[in-house]
């Protein structure tokens, strides 16, 4: 399969998002296929930002693990991601501020710096960002991209900002890509352009777009990020889509101002991550109490507290799990992708409504803001609605009994200002007609037939609800188990595993609550080996499938360092776990060096980098070290040593160099 | 203006008796409640009460209209939302101090500043009663309950005072011991449009044994007589909100007509949201999924 992957490196502030956005939209209307993720900090201005495009003309289901072409917006991303370039590859930058030492380059790589001040001269007085557009037609010539889509793309950009912006844009993009056409050679990609009409959308766009053709009519939210993009796109299109967004408080507010706008009849929704999750909990129990339906969106991030605000990872569904007191029913789903995203949103409104319960959607950061191609008519406008039992007048059939006991443990709802219905909804425990048990009409007997009317309600939610089913080959050595984000990369893992002759397959959890263990249980138990593959620390998925159906998987492969796994992340793991090679903790030499850059820009300042890496038996230390040299940025020569503890991870004393 | 037809009380008969105990000043809240709503002639059907949790957040179990009976401090929020979903519901909180001015404060404050158009009537007890006596937010400096054995070291907040500076458009403060008066203010809350605030003062004839019936017979007046008080005056009620000793006010201290929140709801204009067709036509879906190329 043609593919290459683009790395844009910069600081926040650099306008890399900007760039990134129309390289990824000239791609995707050429007909490619894009998956992107950037990798960035809760900070507005500085820290590295890092946004891998990865483009290919068939369909990509992760940003994958190549890098060929470095657009560097800054001295560090040379210094961090040139060493990663693959041979063929190129590293493009603006000449005048950065420079590329060669020892940084690997063989085969092409360094493409830009004079991008002279190249700049011809469009006039320039915004600093708007050197990264002359970048942008460098790269759209090295990659053989067409520059009429690209200047098409800039336009849509930047026409808010008036025309003269965007010929300014545009003429940069050409002044860049003739200097590459004239200065360089083309790298060695020849395009099929299918030109399809192809989405370019994250997660939390398909969110949003599932919500509002499913009519939710209500939706609040705290800013938190990686869920806020959902509250932006509502709070931007709420009047075209005829929805009330608010902004609230607090998450206690946020949530029960959606129990309210629910109990009061209409599609409501709320989204938060996973500290905003955490207040959240008592009214998501109030919600199964009063048997409001209410769609709530946690978006995970790194916690535990306020954690790695920017960064992934699938540590939530413990909390997820427990949220709330006591029993309750619930269901909980994990779309697996930015089309599911989508579809699963429109399903948890209708279980919401016809279940009468808390529909909770678990979504990561990874998902929700990625963005990634998909077709054009992998959304529709025309999906199912199903509202359940929705009474719309009760007269002459006795007194209303808003929880009354039936088989299926669903009751007739009827909704406020409906003639002969009335009752109360309470949180206190009541009996059918809503009478509160909880004071002075205690009743032990009424108690059992509620909680159980309740949660009876599971049983036909667990049979309308898909279960997991076994994808690739049926006979694998290795079953990789994964929930939720994971199914696109352990998919291109099983792949890359496949090419190298080891057969595998992928059981992909999306319904987690309620939990469908039978059927679990029946594919697992023909598995040769089991894998569980979770972004987080402590296995919680595979804790949860032990708890539902007695089986413990053989082997897990965690990733909690706050950047989504990578196909080759799993596929190392999977031999090793294979060779019978047990996973080791240590510091890698890549790691180092990224501690190693923690350390100099907090503590040594702007005009040094990491230089060679070795690893040494600890000098006198109680562990291994790495020993990273510390070189200056401009000629390389020696400042001094750090010593980084291959075990512990510790960094030990700074040796200055001695002069 | 259409006609209003006054509706007997019993209509709001509600389906269990209150459990409240003998002389306490909810019961003086619940009859006031109801003449407010027969007084309008709002029929149980339109009349939607959400409450908290504590003694007084039982009301709505004890009327017969619509009603949430909430979380413990959520029933701003719950009311929020549900008023926002269907606004030609009439919605009434109903709930006590530690719910509303403790646990909840912050939702009390932000429905205030959005000037919602909600009828907010706290049963100020200044204790709580549910739990046994513990101090409350509105609890007297020095009083001694359960959690305060050496006094209360904590000023009392001030609920008239922080709605008239977080922008509550109408605010009044009743007494149980006045119920035709209350019914009077709890029903110009429910008529005027934006947030209305109704403090009552509700005696605990159990637990607070400092704010009784006497206590507040011997201090209470109403501002109706006071000559020339004007409740368009901001000043004038801010100043009157901090009388408290041997002299305190009851009445409306004031009232003023700003937008409400959802008149500035440009996805209320067409209707209730409850009232609006659920999903997108494929003309407006396609334009969203344009934005995406």
């Known amino acids: 399969m043609k593919e290459v992957t683009i790395g844009i490196g910069g600081a926040a502030g650099d306008g890399l998002d900007k760039a990134g956005d129309a390289l990824a939209k000239t791609a995707a209307r050429l007909g490619l296929y894009l998956y992107a993720y950037n990798s960035y900090q809760s900070v507005i201005r500085g820290g590295h930002i890092w946004l891998r495009l990865r483009v290919a003309e068939e369909k990509v289901y992760s940003h994958g693990d190549h890098l060929n072409v470095l657009m560097a917006l800054n001295q560090d991303s040379i210094e961090r991601h040139a060493r990663e370039v693959e041979p063929g590859g190129a590293v493009v930058f603006n000449a005048d501020k950065l420079h590329c030492d060669a020892v940084l380059l690997p063989d085969g790589v092409v360094p493409v710096p830009l004079p991008v001040t002279e190249l700049a001269k011809a469009a006039g007085k320039l915004q600093p960002v708007m050197q990264n557009t002359i970048a942008l037609g460098a790269v759209l010539f090295l990659l053989g991209l067409d520059f009429e889509m690209a200047g098409g793309v800039l336009r849509d950009t930047f026409l808010y900002k008036g025309e003269a912006i965007v010929d300014q844009n545009v003429r940069l993009a050409r002044a860049g890509y003739d200097y590459a056409r004239q200065a360089f050679v083309p790298l060695d990609y020849s395009w099929n352009f299918s030109r399809s009409r192809r989405l370019f959308v994250t997660g939390n766009e398909a969110i949003s777009l599932g919500a509002v053709a499913a009519g939710c009519k209500f939706y609040s939210a705290y800013p938190m990020t990686p869920a806020s993009a959902i509250l932006h796109w509502m709070a931007s299109h709420g009047e075209r889509c005829g929805v009330v967004v608010k902004q609230c408080e607090d998450e206690l507010a946020v949530v029960n101002m959606a129990v309210g706008a629910g109990h009061a009849g209409v599609r409501a929704m709320c989204g938060t991550s996973g500290g905003g999750f955490a207040l959240m909990t008592e009214a998501i129990g109030q919600a199964g109490m009063m048997e409001v339906p209410v769609v709530i969106v946690e978006v995970q991030r790194g916690g535990p507290s306020t954690g790695i605000p920017t960064k992934t990872e699938q540590g939530d569904l413990n909390q997820v799990f427990g949220a709330s007191q006591g029993d309750y029913p619930r269901v909980i789903l994990a779309p697996a992708d930015v089309t599911d995203s989508f579809w699963t949103t429109v399903e948890a409104f209708n279980l919401a409504e016809k279940y009468q319960l808390p529909v909770i959607i678990i979504s990561d950061l990874l998902l929700s803001e990625h963005p990634e191609t998909v077709e054009a008519d992998a959304f529709s406008h025309d999906v199912p609605i199903e509202r359940g039992e929705l009474v719309t007048e009760w007269k002459g059939q006795g007194p209303f009994k808003r929880y009354a006991f039936t088989p299926s443990g669903i009751s007739p709802r009827a909704l406020p200002g409906t003639e002969g219905a009335v009752y109360v909804a309470a949180t206190d425990e009541h009996d059918e007609e809503g009478i509160l048990i909880s004071d002075v009409f205690t009743s032990a007997p009424v108690r059992r037939k509620i909680m159980e009317k309740r949660m009876k309600k599971l049983e036909a939610l667990r049979k309308e609800l898909a279960p997991p089913k076994l994808e690739g080959p049926r006979e694998a050595e290795v079953t990789l188990i994964g929930w939720g984000s994971t199914r696109g990369v352990i998919r291109e893992a099983v792949a890359q595993l496949a090419a190298e002759g080891i057969p595998s397959n992928q059981l992909h959890f999306k319904v987690l609550f309620p939990f469908h263990a039978e059927e679990a249980l029946a594919i697992l138990k023909t598995s040769k080996r089991t894998v569980s593959v979770e972004a987080n620390q402590t296995g919680q998925f595979a804790r949860h499938l032990r708890a539902e159906t007695g089986f413990t998987v053989d082997h897990q492969i965690l990733k909690y360092d706050g950047e989504p796994f990578e196909p080759q992340h799993i596929v190392h793991q999977v031999k090793a776990i294979l060779d019978g090679r047990a996973r080791s903790l240590d510091v890698t030499a890549d790691e180092a060096r990224e501690m190693a850059y923690h350390y100099i820009r907090s503590h040594l300042g702007e005009d040094v980098r990491p230089g060679q890496i070795a690893q040494s038996d600890g000098d006198g230390l109680a562990e291994p070290v790495w020993l990273v040299e510390i070189v200056s940025r401009d000629g390389g020569e020696k400042r001094g040593e750090l010593r980084i503890g291959v075990e512990t991870g510790s960094t030990y004393t700074w040796h200055p160099a001695v002069s | ?293």
């Open chain 2, 1 to 293: 203006m259409a006609t209003v037809i006054e509706l007997p009380l019993d209509v709001f008969q509600g389906l269990a008796e209150p459990d409240w105990c003998p002389g306490c000043g909810d019961f003086g809240v619940l009859k006031a409640v109801k003449m407010a709503a027969s007084k309008l002639g709002i029929q149980p059907k339109d009349l939607l009460l959400v409450s908290g949790i504590g003694c007084s957040s039982n009301l709505p179990g004890f009327m017969h209209a619509y009603g949430v009976h909430s979380l413990h401090g959520r029933a701003v929020a719950v009311a929020s939302g549900a008023k926002l979903a269907n606004h030609d519901l009439n919605v009434v909180i109903t709930g006590g101090d530690g719910d509303g001015y403790g646990i909840g404060i912050g939702h009390f404050i932000h429905a205030m500043r959005r000037n919602l158009d909600l009828t907010y009537v706290v049963m100020n007890n200044q204790i709580y009663g549910l739990t046994t006596g513990q101090a409350s937010p509105t609890t007297m400096k020095t009083m001694r309950t359960k959690s305060t054995p050496r006094g209360n070291v904590e000023l009392p907040v001030n609920p008239i005072a922080l709605a008239l500076v977080s922008g509550a458009t109408y605010v009044a403060r009743g007494f149980s011991g006045e119920p035709n008066h209350m019914a009077d203010l709890i029903a110009g809350g429910i008529a005027h449009r934006g947030f209305a605030l109704v403090d009552v003062f509700s005696p605990c004839v159990t637990y607070n044994k400092l704010n009784t019936y006497p206590w507040f017979k011997q201090r209470v007046y109403k501002l109706e007589a006071l000559p020339g008080y004007d409740p368009a005056d901001a000043e004038s009620a801010l100043q009157k909100s901090f009388e408290w000793g041997d002299k305190i006010p009851l009445g409306l201290f004031f009232k003023d007509e700003q937008p409400t929140y959802e008149d500035s709801e440009p996805a209320l204009k067409q209707g209730p949201l409850v009232r609006q067709k659920l999903g997108l036509d494929r003309k407006l879906f396609e334009s969203l999924v344009d934005e995406l190329i």
